[in-house]
Each structure stands twice: as C-alpha cells, then as structure tokens.
C-alpha cells in the first residue's frame, strides 16, 4: 500500500491518559500535516512539517499537544492528560509540490480517538 | 486567516439530476482550491482540484469552476448516481505552508 498510513484506528483511553498516534506518509512526500475533525465538521488544520521541521502550529494545539517527525519520514501526534473534548477524528495527510502549489495532497484513514 | 463558506449544508437530488455545491474564500492569497469527497467513517477523498490560473477543469461527471474575481469556486456534479452520496468538502489554500482550510461540508443525497 502506497498510501498515507495510520496507527491505530481507533482508540479509547481514559480522560487524563496519554495517548500517541503514528502517521508513515506516501514515501516521496515531503510535507507532513495533522488535521483534527469532529462529527458534522471539515477536517480542521493543527500542525505541519517539511522535511523534520515542524514549521507551523494551530492555536487549536495546546500545550498538552506535541508533535513530531524525526529524520522526515513517519511522525508522531501525543496528546498528554487526555480530555473529553479532545475526541475526534486525527487525519494526517502528506503532499509534495508541484509549479509551486501541492501536489498529490492524501489523507490517511485517521486515528478515532474516544476519551471516557 | 483564511475563511471557506460552503453551501448547501444537505442536498438531495434525484438520481440523473445535477449538483451543485458552491464555496466562497476570504484570502485574496489562496490559490489552490481542492475538493473532497467522505463517505461515513472513510476518509476525505480528493475528487478534483483547481489552480487558480485556470477558471474551469472537467474529469468526467465532474467539474469545478473558479471565480477568483469574486472569490467563490463551485462543485458540479451531472448525471449523479446513488454511489456519489457522500459528505463533499471544499477546501482553499494558499501561502507558504499550504495547509487548506475546509467547508463545513455538504450532504448530498442521491436518491435512486
């Protein structure tokens, strides 16, 4: 599979708990992005990467949110003190260029994170 | 920041009838304009994308028209079939980071 990756589907943790979600990319993808969706809701944008360098964050990302993406190939989205509002849908998607615009932009299948 | 409308919020259509989702954007700087396709629990499917050095691109039943004068580019669908309901996305984005902004989505229903 050439795709965008996740792990895991689904997750359900405990309010409170950490959890650590994986994104692997399509391969020549240079960019690396996190999205965040909620149920009735398009997919909202946290953090991206070029290369290993994360260059830009949401102020949706709080400080119990830190991401990372070392050498540039996979990268990892942990959330500390997990709380209920933090449910949703994580959607890591990857992209090259193209003529100065992205090119190939994919998503992966996504990580349902459920706190109870 | 940037800001996506998008309307309709639902639409139903009968099967062999066209839609049409159309999508307005705030930042003059965006130049990339993708759309979406999410079916329940999937996830959002590019369906077509436009540049904005182009006002119209067509891939078979569907296409997208850019407006980047008035800022709004739109969706059509013909000859719709019960397998093209789904939640469609719009989505801008522009600047150096290329992160997209997206609708609030559209339901299209198809009804056979």
């Known amino acids: 599979d050439t795709g965008v990756s996740q792990d895991p589907r689904h997750k359900i943790t405990k309010r409170g708990q950490n959890v650590t979600f994986r994104c692997d990319p399509i391969?020549?993808?240079?960019?690396l992005y996190w999205y965040r969706q909620t149920l009735g809701q398009g997919p909202e944008f946290l953090t991206y990467f070029q290369n290993e360098a994360q260059l830009e964050k949401s102020r949706l990302l709080s400080d119990r949110f830190s991401a990372e993406r070392p050498k540039g190939s996979f990268s990892t989205l942990e959330i500390q003190r997990t709380e209920q509002g933090d449910s949703a849908m994580y959607l890591c998607?990857?992209?090259?260029?193209?003529?100065?615009?992205?090119?190939?932009?994919?998503f992966g299948s996504g990580t349902r994170l459920t706190v109870v | 920041g940037e800001n996506v409308e998008q309307h309709p919020s639902t639409l139903s259509v009968q099967e062999g009838d066209s839609a049409v989702i159309k999508c307005t954007y705030s930042?003059?700087?965006?130049?990339?304009f993708p759309w979406y396709k999410q079916e329940l629990g999937k996830r959002p499917q590019l369906i077509i994308d436009?540049?904005?050095?182009?006002g119209e691109k067509k891939d078979q039943r569907i296409a997208v028209t850019l407006n980047k004068t008035a800022k709004h580019f739109s969706l059509h669908i013909t000859e719709t079939q019960p397998e093209d309901s789904a939640v469609y996305f719009c989505?801008?984005?522009?600047?150096?980071?290329?992160?997209?902004?997206f609708g609030k989505g559209t339901l299209l229903t198809v009804n056979p």
């Open positions: 998607a990857s992209s090259t260029w193209d003529t100065r615009t992205p090119y190939g932009y994919t």
């Open positions: 391969s020549e993808h240079n960019r």
């Open positions: 930042d003059s700087a965006s130049n990339y």
């Open positions: 989505a801008a984005s522009g600047g150096s980071n290329y992160k997209l902004t």
């Open positions: 436009i540049r904005s050095n182009v």
